[in-house]
């Protein structure tokens, strides 16, 4: 780590969306903490105010005026840094923290700031301990002094328990707390976030159960998250521990399995027999990696008890599908199929009550006007298109909850409810229901619009048409690889092309590539090859761009991202408005080529230009992108 005061660092500081926690306003607060900085050459002091880095002063040139301009800084804090002139070294750092501002907000009766400007505390510390400016000890116990609790630094070498016997690790991270020890009754509890009450309510209340008094402790976000990250690759190896003991059973085997596969963000967990071993793998941002082996004699057994959790009929060798209900907060759907070594598994999780992220946090480009422009048309169909795991119903989940409001009747058909969203009328399909039977029932329910979980035949498709003819807005998906094959992929299940003209309003493709690391992303710009292909792509398309001294990031790997240099997935998506001359084309059969040349002199711009945006913002790879849409 570099010295503060140098410009990557600053940049670092600006531009690092993780670093984006304060909201203060125009609250000023700041406060000394002597002996806490480590060496610095260059005798700085440094000031913060919100979430950024608003001035410096050179101690040596006795803070001129020139150096001061007021980023922010209230006149009277700026009047007493200068006031100080000569008090300071260089071992001195100014940090957000200050007594005299929470008790003058409290005496305002600003309750809300005040409980913002302790928030404030703990970010901050976290933002100093990462920059490493500060000895973390002095800053630690500064921290603790000032939020009225106990600071400590939270390594391995002081846990004294097992931190699963008491927290397991989905419930640790959830609340950001972790145990370390046990004194005279007392559970020693680190914290990176000590204002949340329903947090550390919960901690409190589950080591009471356990007949412990909880006492906690302040320590930095990334100490507690690189523990945790330690008691991922721990519960990893205990699978294989535990698949290849004795003494485990069965029951609490794939308890480990699914509940790993849940801690470390996994969308589907593959359970497959192999020669030797059972192999256990989690794909995670649309990668699979491998996870533990189990030893083969406990295979007969595994499978065993994931058919019957699942209600799978136990004696028949072959494909099944089923559901896993047990886990609260997951509806786990689960599919097995015969191969050479046995039947494989694969058990994808969804969440029941997950949180709908708007189109946008998506990566939906545009804004509300381009939204309501092409979506929300009363006589009409939208259909969202994506291969298989591409993110197409988070998208209808959010296109829906942009749409909700009390004045429309929604209702959804789905197989199954993956997200409950207040305020909708959702309908699952059972082993007895079909979308086309249940689509036909909702018609007389008197909806505004309508969404189909996904258009499979001709049938649901024809009651789909029926529906946006008469008057509702219909939202549905199909798999195809962009939205121009939409039409083509509805003309071979049978629609007529005077239906897909008069009715297809708006079709969506879209993908998903993974996230460049926030933590660890390294700066540099454009090379010389990759200024061509993005020039050559964008220029043929009529986008303009300029890449002169543009930066971009490399993926470097961490532990917060498990060494891939990704975090978590974004869209990249193509929205093609049918237009009254892509519809007059539709209507006369003409082909993709003609519609897809008539689209793009109207505007329509192909999934591979808003890739490139995202590349040039800094959001993902151009590798990444190539490896989704395959360009060089």
């Known amino acids: 780590m570099g010295k503060f005061g140098q410009g990557p660092q600053q940049s670092s500081l600006r531009k690092n969306s993780d670093m984006n926690w304060i909201k203060l306003c125009s609250v000023t607060i700041i406060c000394l903490?002597?002996?806490?900085?480590?060496?610095?050459?260059?005798?700085?002091?440094?000031?913060?105010?919100?979430?950024?880095?608003?001035?410096?002063?050179?101690?040596?040139?006795?803070?001129?005026?020139?150096?001061?301009?007021?980023?922010?800084?209230?006149?009277?804090?700026?009047?007493?840094?200068?006031?100080?002139?000569?008090?300071?070294?260089?071992?001195?750092?100014?940090?957000?923290?200050?007594?005299?501002?929470?008790?003058?907000?409290?005496?305002?009766?600003?309750?809300?700031?005040?409980?913002?400007?302790?928030?404030?505390?703990?970010?901050?510390?976290?933002?100093?301990?990462?920059?490493?400016?500060?000895?973390?000890?002095?800053?630690?116990?500064?921290?603790?002094?000032?939020?009225?609790?106990?600071?400590?630094?939270?390594?391995?070498?002081i846990?004294?328990?097992?931190?699963?016997e008491y927290l397991s690790t989905d419930i640790a991270r959830k609340n950001q707390a972790v145990p370390f020890d046990i004194e005279n009754g007392k559970i020693k509890v680190c914290f990176s976030n000590t204002i949340d009450n329903d947090q550390m309510n919960e901690i409190r209340l589950l080591l009471l159960n356990k007949g412990l008094v909880m006492e906690p402790y302040i320590t930095f976000a990334q100490q507690i998250e690189k523990i945790l990250?330690?008691?991922?690759?721990?519960?990893?190896?205990?699978?294989?521990?535990?698949?290849?003991?004795?003494?485990?059973?069965?029951?609490?085997?794939?308890?480990?399995?699914?509940?790993?596969?849940?801690?470390?963000?996994?969308?589907?967990?593959?359970?497959?027999?192999?020669?030797?071993?059972?192999?256990?793998?989690?794909?995670?941002?649309?990668?699979?990696?491998?996870?533990?082996?189990?030893?083969?004699?406990?295979?007969?057994?595994?499978?065993?008890?994931?058919?019957?959790?699942?209600?799978?009929?136990?004696?028949?060798?072959?494909?099944?599908?089923?559901?896993?209900?047990?886990?609260?907060?997951?509806?786990?759907?689960?599919?097995?199929?015969?191969?050479?070594?046995?039947?494989?598994?694969?058990?994808?999780?969804?969440?029941?009550n997950a949180d709908v992220r708007s189109i946008f946090e998506l990566g939906y480009p545009g804004n509300d006007e381009a939204v309501r422009k092409s979506f929300n048309k009363k006589n009409s169909i939208t259909i969202i298109a994506a291969p298989t795991g591409e993110g197409k119903t988070t998208t209808l989940y959010s296109l829906i909850d942009y749409l909700n409001s009390p004045e429309i009747n929604i209702t959804t058909i789905e197989d199954p409810v993956e997200i409950r969203i207040p305020g909708l009328n959702q309908i699952e399909i059972g082993p007895k229901a079909t979308f086309s039977g249940s689509l036909r029932t909702v018609l007389r329910q008197d909806p505004d619009i309508i969404l189909v979980g996904e258009i499979r035949d001709l049938e649901t498709a024809e009651i789909a048409v029926q529906a946006g003819q008469t008057g509702h807005y219909v939202l549905s998906t199909i798999h195809t690889l962009d939205s121009i094959e939409v039409i083509n992929r509805l003309r071979k299940i049978g629609v007529s092309d005077y239906d897909i003209g008069s009715i297809l309003a708006t079709a969506v493709s879209q993908r998903l590539v993974r996230k460049i690391c926030p933590k660890c992303k390294r700066e540099r710009e454009f090379n010389k090859e990759e200024k061509e292909i993005i020039t050559k792509i964008m220029e043929k398309y009529g986008e303009k761009v300029d890449l002169e001294g543009q930066k971009?990031?490399?993926?470097?790997?961490?532990?917060?991202?498990?060494?891939?240099?990704?975090?978590?997935?974004?869209?990249?998506?193509?929205t093609l408005d049918v237009t009254d001359e892509i519809r007059e084309l539709i209507v006369r059969g003409a082909s993709s080529m003609e519609i897809r040349q008539k689209a793009l002199e109207t505007g329509y711009r192909p999934l591979v230009v808003d890739g490139i945006k995202k590349v040039i913002e800094g959001v993902t790879t151009l590798e990444e992108l190539n490896k989704k849409i395959l360009m060089y």
């Not at 846990?159 to 699963?164: L, M, Q, T």
């Not at 971009?552 to 997935?569: E, I, K, L, M, P």
Request: aromatic share 6%; proline share 1%; hydrophobic share 30%.
């Open 33 to 157: 903490i002597s002996g806490a900085c480590r060496e610095n050459e260059d005798d700085k002091i440094i000031a913060f105010v919100g979430d950024s880095l608003v001035a410096r002063w050179d101690l040596q040139n006795s803070f001129p005026t020139r150096r001061t301009e007021n980023y922010g800084v209230s006149k009277s804090r700026l009047d007493y840094i200068q006031s100080q002139e000569g008090r300071f070294t260089g071992k001195d750092v100014i940090v957000i923290l200050g007594t005299n501002d929470v008790k003058h907000l409290q005496d305002s009766e600003e309750e809300e700031y005040a409980e913002k400007y302790v928030e404030a505390v703990e970010k901050l510390g976290d933002i100093l301990y990462e920059l490493d400016v500060c000895d973390p000890n002095v800053l630690i116990s500064a921290m603790g002094d000032v939020l009225g609790t106990k600071g400590i630094l939270l390594t391995n070498s």
């Open 159 to 164: 846990i004294k328990i097992n931190i699963n």
């Open 229 to 352: 990250k330690s008691l991922d690759g721990e519960v990893s190896s205990e699978i294989t521990k535990a698949g290849n003991s004795n003494s485990t059973t069965t029951t609490e085997l794939v308890d480990s399995i699914i509940k790993t596969g849940i801690e470390k963000r996994a969308s589907d967990i593959h359970i497959e027999p192999q020669e030797k071993d059972v192999r256990i793998r989690y794909r995670i941002d649309g990668e699979l990696y491998q996870a533990a082996t189990i030893k083969k004699d406990k295979q007969s057994q595994l499978i065993g008890r994931l058919k019957a959790i699942s209600n799978m009929h136990q004696e028949k060798q072959e494909a099944q599908d089923g559901r896993i209900l047990i886990y609260d907060d997951y509806n786990i759907r689960v599919s097995s199929q015969p191969n050479v070594y046995g039947e494989k598994f694969v058990l994808r999780l969804l969440k029941k």
């Open 552 to 574: 971009t990031y490399d993926a470097v790997g961490c532990d917060y991202c498990n060494n891939t240099g990704f975090h978590s997935r974004i869209g990249i998506f193509e």
